[in-house]
């Protein structure tokens, strides 16, 4: 298994471009997350969905739009990129039962100049 | 919303020394309390977590105690070796919202 693998590692991106980040998990998790995480603030949710074909926002969802049209993927968005969405982006699944342990990602470096 | 405080921000023990990490969380509702470890270049992967009706779990040479009367929780690493060097971070959970707190950042001198 390959667990939660996302695209792409790297990459840089000037203000006002769009992109969109694909996460992808193997493991038959109903639960899928977006986290950024910048120094000293830990990670913080954007997005998450609880099964295919839904989406809620998290704590820092602005500026961002995310896409869940089949179980294993889940897309983060940036329609329009600003400096400040410079940051380390993981994703992450779970079983909706149990501890829900979170199994994240290698990460995306995203630089917006 | 939940907020969770993670003391200190950064750490550095001896080799074999014990090192202690605090979180305190706000919402009294969070009921599952894991510990994440990031190395570098990679992403948190779970080491060990706590349910709010569990005082304290014990994993080789990890431990996590809650209070929840206090609403905090600690991560104490015993015998630390250099493998442990990595940023730790604490989190709080209520249903599928997981809150983390900022992170600290242990290194292990040899």
């Known amino acids: 298994n390959a667990g939660v693998t996302q695209t792409p590692k790297f990459r840089v991106l000037k203000t006002g471009q769009s992109m969109t980040l694909l996460c992808a998990q193997d493991?038959?998790?109903?639960?899928m997350y977006w986290y950024r995480q910048d120094p000293g603030m830990g990670l913080r949710l954007i997005h998450y969905?609880?099964?295919?074909?839904?989406?809620a926002k998290g704590e820092v969802p602005d500026g961002y739009n995310v896409s869940r049209l089949k179980k294993q993927n889940f897309l983060l968005g940036l329609e329009s990129a600003a400096p400040s969405q410079t940051s380390v982006y993981f994703c992450?699944?779970?079983?909706?039962?149990?501890?829900?342990?979170?199994?994240f990602g290698p990460g995306t470096r995203l630089t917006v100049l | 919303g939940e907020n969770v405080e993670q003391h200190p921000s950064t750490l550095s023990v001896q080799e074999g020394d014990s090192a202690v990490i605090k979180c305190t969380y706000s919402?009294?509702?969070?009921?599952?309390f894991p510990w994440y470890k990031q190395e570098l270049g990679k992403g948190p992967q779970l080491i060990i977590d706590?349910?709010?009706?569990?005082g304290e779990k014990k994993d080789q040479r990890i431990a996590v105690t809650l209070n929840k009367t206090a609403k905090h929780f600690s991560l104490h690493i015993t015998e630390t070796q250099p493998e442990d060097s990595a940023v730790y971070f604490c989190?709080?959970?209520?249903?599928?919202?997981?809150?983390f707190g900022t992170g600290t950042k242990l290194q292990v001198i040899p």
């Open positions: 992450a699944s779970s079983y909706w039962t149990g501890t829900n342990e979170q199994f």
């Open positions: 493991m038959n998790h109903e639960y």
């Open positions: 969905s609880v099964g295919e074909g839904t989406t």
């Open positions: 919402d009294s509702a969070s009921n599952y």
């Open positions: 706590i349910r709010s009706n569990v």
């Open positions: 989190a709080a959970r209520f249903y599928q919202k997981v809150t």
